[in-house]
């Protein structure tokens, strides 16, 4: 039998241990589980508990749940749990000692070393702590490594010399970006910085907040000093804040949350993923003055960096996604789970050590953006054949997205929905891969346009699922047809992408806002125009200048407008108008 050494990422809200197997880093898990939270608990029926039994019991009994011990890792400060004290390194001994005992059930075999992961900003004596941890739990630590570093390893950045990379860790309890440079085959921390009071746990707070002052407002009853009821409140609220990653509104559930005068009063609020992000938003803003800091602090700039990776699971929420693209311009790797890339990486980490060979890890992904085609109002013209992406190319399959689509008019009770992959702004330039009618639409409130949920699920085997649901009537329409699948190694990724880049040349037009938007408006009518060969020379002319891709954002949006204007234009007066402007906007461009 060979030697083993797994990796253990030990986090703040999770933990996951994870080992290289015939070249494949891969996670071990207990069950279905891969992941165990970061909790040790005490209860009196059944003694001591760790993870997801801890987790549970904390709504139950939050004085007997420790939670976050890693903040408190190299103080001095005594737990008590039960009827006893602990130290921090013996409380984080439980959560190890649960992970070895996970890889020795998984493995069928005794697991003695590992190598376990801390942020890059942690001191000696954290670092001492946390060997302290893995020595009390039966683990020789044969490494501690930075986990902004493990998890460039994940991403096989060592095989690349000479790359510059943004990690950007946004987990439950903490914030960390880090710059991390591979010379030579060696990968180093250039720099770091974080806020170690940020994380999903603050966006929880922020809605449960809000929630308790709809709750309040709604039942004139105060959840102040009601623990209980605080704690599930939380609950819900993160549950709302997952949802929100995938759906465009959720609702905010929590039954039996208080009572008045014998009568159960029950927490039930619709939330859109806008009012989430407004609410949140100065906490992502956050994060900008980090990434700034850090930059600064290498004396390095956004065009130094090769790679973006995202790390945590509170990357999975799309504003976070946006903000790192649009701070860097790159678009981030997000292909390997968040919240198993750093224990994936520990493992190669282990690998590394043991002499063991890495294969560079195998990622099923949608080579292609995929989304639907869309209408939307400028300056008062319907600038239509718009791609909207639901899924962006490179996503890790399997995926569900939904969006909410309006109507362009408040009696239009037809949409057509057409499916495409591909990458250009221009909805009619990419792939059709389907397409279907949803018909008898009608409007939530009166004056409002009707609406229509889109549904995007992209399973493994390649096909996806379009599904168009009329939630006034609840009817629904769908179709599935066969997208393209890809299976490649992350470095095979990485090169794809950057070629991609070099030929990209409308990218920051694909990304604008209002070409992009969650709430885009659905094309229904088709007008023909009817043009004279003046105007029509004058299109070429500005379809060329846009082809040719060397305009800016704002001038190839301000020309786009222009063309569809004409394109759709329905009286000559309009016609003339617009031929006129667009002879003005050429002079000064060409
Ligand atoms: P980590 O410490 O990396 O395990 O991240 C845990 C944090 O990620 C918690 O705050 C979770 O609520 C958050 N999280 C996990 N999945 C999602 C998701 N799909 N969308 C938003 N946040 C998520």
Known sequence: MSEIIVGIDLGTTNSAVAIVQDGQPRLLAKGDQKIIPSVVAYS????????????????????????????????????????????????????????????EESLGQPVTKAVITVPAYFTNAQRQATKEAGTIAGLEVVRIINEPTAAALAYGLNEDDDQMALVYDLGGGTFDVSLVEMMGGVVEVRAS????????????????????????????????????????????????????????????REEYLAEHNGTPLHLDELLLRREFEELTEDLLNRTTESLKKVLADAKLEVGDLSRVLLVGGSTRMPAVWNLVQEFTGIEPDAEINPDEVVALGAAVQAAIIAGQPVDSILVDLTPYSLGIESATIMNGQVIPDI?????????????????????????????????????????????????????????????ENPSVHVRFDFDVNGMLNVKATNHVTGSQEAITVEATQATLTLNELAEARRQLAELNTYEDFEDDDDFDDEESEVELEEVSPEMDAETAALLQRAQGLLDGG?????????????????????????????????????????
């Open 550 to 590: 060397a305009l800016t954002k704002t001038q190839a949006i301000q020309l786009k407008t222009l063309i569809d204007g004409l394109n759709e234009a329905e009286t000559q007066d309009k016609l003339d108008e617009l031929s006129e402007e667009l002879l003005d906007v050429l002079f000064d461009l060409e």
């Open 193 to 252: 910085h974080g806020d170690t009071c940020l994380g999903g746990d603050d966006f929880d707070y922020k809605l449960a907040e809000h929630a308790h002052k709809l709750f309040e407002a709604k039942h004139k009853t105060s959840l102040h000093g009601n623990r209980l009821a605080l704690a599930r409140l939380r609950h819900a609220a993160e549950m709302a804040k997952i949802e929100l990653s995938t759906f465009p509104e959720t609702h905010l």
């Open 44 to 103: 009196k029926q059944v003694g001591w508990l760790v993870g997801r039994p801890a987790l549970n019991q904390y709504v139950l009994d939050p004085d007997n749940t420790v939670r976050s011990i890693k903040r408190k890792m190299g103080s001095d400060e005594r737990i008590k749990l039960g009827d006893r004290e602990f130290s921090p390194q013996e409380i984080s001994a439980f959560i190890l000692r649960e992970l070895k005992t996970i890889a």
């Open 387 to 447: 791609f909207t992406v639901l899924i962006h190319r490179n996503t890790t399959i399997p995926v569900t997205k939904e969006e909410i689509f309006y109507t362009l008019h408040p009696n239009q009770d037809t949409v057509e929905i057409k499916v495409y992959q591909g990458e250009s702004p221009q909805a009619s330039a990419n792939t059709l891969l389907g397409e279907f009618m949803i018909k008898n639409l009608k409007s939530t409130k009166p004056g």
